[in-house]
């Protein structure tokens, strides 16, 4: 087998596998083929006889050989001579594993409690209802989801109880904060239920922390607006408390723009964007950083909240001193209210919980966190947005809880974009292009609709509202189900051997091969 002699060293054969990994092209020979295909079913063997445990670093070729490592080389041999397997992927994946387990106890990882989510996918046993009571009775994740509904309910009563209806409408309101409850869970349960079992896998405990901050967010929101429009809150305190949180936001910015990283990295933390972790750049998050950068995000919501207020009212004033028939007048103030107190205000309220998803360190590479938190975040606006107009208009909001899926949807192309992120400038223009392309699409589809509302002669733009509406929801769904949404693959499963994303290098000797 003169024609193998390269393939004595070791370090040769390594290099040999490496490039053909990597190209995809095999100039060794079919006799060297059958050789490699024979270790890879004598390795698969291994595994089912459980030579192969969770726990080692590498995998074990051969047969109930006691491994040898060898630290300095960074590879590994068995007993058996012909099995040289490089573990340098899985050396570094282990050290990456104790740095978790380290951050495991920084908050918020630490709360609320953990529940064992492994048998989500046992419907013989009923493990997802099993994960779902722990979660809602043993973590206080699980709690929170049952507090702010439980919230929601009784401001939404208290509100419609005051206003100047008879009877107050407090049958659609309990109907709908059923329906709501329903739904959320029902998308979180589908959510959880795609990426379970995959690379790309989150936890539910995940999902309802990121819906019970943004849903308690949406309540402070809320509860800001009504009492702004019972007269409770002066329009001089409006302003001093919008100038104080906007004073408190641009310095806990500037603080986290200082902290040590690259120029895109301040940047990113400047405008609420906290950066993935990549191979060639790894950010400690600490216990101090998170707690800014919370505080930072409700401050946040303060401002956004006063911001719509306050447009809101110089655009009536302006309105009301033009005439009812100017058409043009209308057409600028129903854009005021579509593009910028819907469409930038509300998809900039996503936008800024999603992009602080990387700094949970578990999920500081995940593209699905990020893409599925968007999904929940949108979803709990939905919800609380419905309740807001249940309380409202009654049974005529009973429709609204059909179109959830367009919240999440116009955030979506944001949250894409953040996924991309790297260190190159195409990458800020492509995420203004994402946002700018959700707040087109929710201010476009507000502007029909309001339009349409205000002059019977062009009722007609709703039909177009409508078609969106329906092309939203279908993509929604489809996305919260299909597998096929699933981001690329972002990282390798630990702790599990794959055909397709083989860790190792295997290198059979010469004298393996049977001429």
């Known amino acids: ?59 074990v070729l051969g047969e109930k050989n006691q491994s040898h490592y060898s630290t300095n080389n960074q590879s590994h041999y068995s007993t058996n001579p012909g099995t040289i397997v490089d573990i340098s992927e899985a050396l570094q994946e282990q050290e990456q594993e104790q740095e978790e387990g380290q951050e495991d106890h920084i908050w918020p990882n630490k ?51 005051n206003r100047k209806k008879d009877p107050p409408c407090f049958f659609p309101i309990i109907f709908m904060n059923i329906i709501c409850f329903m739904i959320s869970i029902m998308v979180m349960y589908y959510v959880k239920k795609k990426v379970h079992g995959t690379s790309h896998n989150i936890s539910l405990t995940l999902l309802l922390r990121y819906y019970d901050f943004a849903a308690f967010c949406m309540l402070i929101l809320w509860a800001i607006l009504v009492l702004y429009e019972k007269n409770l809150i002066d329009p001089t305190i409006g302003w001093v408390l919008f100038s104080i949180s906007l004073f408190v936001v641009v310095v806990l910015s500037i603080i986290l723009a200082a902290w040590p990283g690259t120029i895109r990295e301040r940047f990113m933390r400047f405008f609420f964007m906290w950066p993935m972790n990549t191979d060639n750049n790894k950010i400690k998050s600490t216990k101090l ?7 930072r995000q409700i401050f946040q919501i303060v401002v956004i909240v006063i911001t719509i207020l306050i447009s809101s009212e110089r655009a009536n004033d302006w309105r009301k001193n033009k005439s009812k028939d100017d058409f043009d007048a209308s057409l600028r103030y129903q854009a005021i ?53 249940a309380t409202s208009f009654g049974w005529k909001a009973a429709s609204r809880p059909i179109g959830w899926a367009l919240h999440f949807m116009f955030a979506y192309p944001a949250a894409w974009m953040l996924t991309r992120q790297r260190d190159s400038i195409l990458w800020l223009f492509e995420i203004l292009f ?27 733009l709703a039909l177009i509202a409508l078609v969106m509406g329906c092309g939203g929801c279908c993509a929604g769904f489809g996305i919260c189900c299909s597998p096929q949404t699933l981001p690329s693959e972002e990282r390798k499963p630990k702790r599990q051997i794959q055909m397709a994303t083989n860790r190792t290098h295997m290198v059979v000797q010469p004298h393996m091969i049977h001429a």
């Open 111 to 161: 709360f609320p409690a953990r529940i064992d989510e492994s048998g989500y996918g046992d419907t013989k046993n009923w493990g997802a209802l099993k994960i779902w009571v722990q979660l809602f009775f043993c973590s206080f994740s699980g709690l929170g989801y049952i507090v702010i509904h439980g919230l929601a309910t009784i401001m939404s009563l208290v509100v419609a109880a």
């Open 337 to 389: 209210r579509a593009f910028f107190q819907a469409g930038f205000c509300e998809e900039y309220f996503k936008f800024m919980l999603v992009a602080g998803v990387p700094f949970i360190p578990k999920y500081n590479r995940s593209k699905s966190a990020i893409l599925h938190v968007s999904i929940v975040v949108g979803m709990a606006f939905a919800v609380i947005e419905d309740i807001m107009y």
């Open 434 to 460: 994402g946002f700018t392309v959700g707040v087109a699409l929710h201010g476009g589809y507000d502007y029909l609709l309001f339009i349409a509302e205000e002059h019977e002669h062009l009722r007609w």
């Open 289 to 295: 950083l998170q707690i800014l950068w919370i505080t």
């Open 1 to 59: 087998m003169k024609g193998y002699d390269k393939m004595s060293d070791p370090n040769n054969c390594i290099e040999i596998l490496k490039v053909e990994e990597e190209t995809g092209i095999s100039d060794l020979g079919d006799t060297m083929k059958d050789a490699k295909l024979n270790c890879i079913e004598e390795k698969e063997q291994a595994i089912k006889q459980n030579y192969i445990t969770d726990n080692s670093t590498a995998g």
